[in-house]
């Protein structure tokens, strides 16, 4: 069954850490070049693949003692924070242009971007956290693919108009400061428990 919170809960946690990452402004860059739909359904495809990767490992973790989930959980949202709040903006990532503009073409372009670029990225890791935590898998994995694409398709087609408008450090920062605070609240838990 379906949890309307914990997909909320999981699409803000998620947009917001996607949203200053380097494979929406990936997406961007194939976006001005290429049709839209065509690079929406490659990183759509490759979102979806890595969601359902983070949920599987997520639901093995709760097979542990609640207390040890909520413990690693914290543990790994604090340094995910931390990473955000770290991290360094080293200028804009090169995407290598498929030779044409069929579909095959260019929606591949985009999966394997993705695919290889997210691979241990902090909302996979964070995905898996969540999936561990709320010990409903179809919620976070919807919540999760659905803030990835939303992400995604601004990235795609507004992207360059957000960024003018709600500058990238202030989404960094409220990303940060949100998985700071479930990180603290998954230890409170564990350490209650």
């Known amino acids: 069954m379906i949890s309307f919170t914990v997909t909320a809960l999981v699409f803000g946690v998620v947009f917001l850490a996607e949203l200053p990452d380097k494979t929406a402004l990936a997406g961007l860059v194939l976006g001005t070049r290429y049709r839209a739909s065509y690079v929406f359904a490659g990183v759509a495809a490759a979102f979806a693949l890595h969601v359902a990767l983070a949920v599987a490992a997520g639901s093995v973790l709760t097979l542990l003692p609640q207390q040890i989930v909520h413990a690693v959980t914290g ?6 924070g931390a990473m955000l709040l770290l991290k360094k ?7 290598r242009q498929p030779e044409n503009q069929s579909f095959w073409k260019v929606a591949g372009a985009g999966f394997m971007l993705i695919l290889v670029a997210e691979f241990g990225d902090l909302t996979q890791i964070m995905t898996a956290n969540l999936a561990a935590r709320y010990d409903s898998p179809l919620s976070v994995g919807l919540g999760a693919v659905l803030a990835l694409w939303a992400v995604a398709g601004l990235g795609i087609v507004g992207g360059k108009a957000l960024m003018k408008r709600v500058p990238l450090r202030l989404i960094t920062k409220v990303a940060a400061l949100l998985m700071l605070a479930l990180g603290v609240w998954s230890l409170w838990e564990a350490a209650t428990a």
């Open 75 to 80: 543990v790994l949202f604090l340094a995910g």
């Open 89 to 95: 903006d080293d200028g804009e990532e090169h995407v």
